[in-house]
């Protein structure tokens, strides 16, 4: 089997890893700039899988709901790979 070298966006201003995925914290927050947050294939985690990245997105959600006004307690990106056979 052989299968293409992922390569990220190369998002310009912002920090990325050698293979230009974007590096963020447990919460999404993008490392080094303020106020921005990113989840999902877009970002240095090294799975790339749909199920992870909706859980990355939760986490990030969580992470922005306080700004909003509500009432919660950010939890981090605890990846849990799901399938079916």
């Given at each position: 089997?052989?299968?293409?070298?992922?390569?990220?966006?190369?998002?310009?201003?912002?920090?990325?890893?050698?293979?230009?995925?974007?590096?963020?914290?447990?919460?999404?927050?993008?490392?080094?700039v303020?106020?921005?947050?990113a989840?999902?294939?877009?970002?240095?985690?090294?799975?790339k899988?749909?199920?992870?990245?909706?859980?990355?997105?939760?986490?990030?959600?969580?992470?922005l709901?306080?700004?909003?006004?509500?009432?919660?307690?950010?939890?981090?990106?605890?990846?849990?790979?799901?399938?079916?056979?």
């Open positions: 089997m052989a299968l293409a070298r992922p390569a990220g966006p190369a998002l310009p201003g912002l920090p990325a890893d050698t293979a230009e995925f974007v590096r963020v914290d447990e919460h999404g927050q993008v490392s080094g303020q106020d921005v947050h989840a999902g294939d877009v970002t240095a985690w090294p799975m899988q749909r199920g992870l990245a909706a859980q990355q997105a939760d986490a990030v959600a969580e992470s709901a306080p700004w909003a006004g509500a009432a919660v307690h950010p939890t981090a990106f605890r990846p849990v790979l799901r399938g079916v056979f």
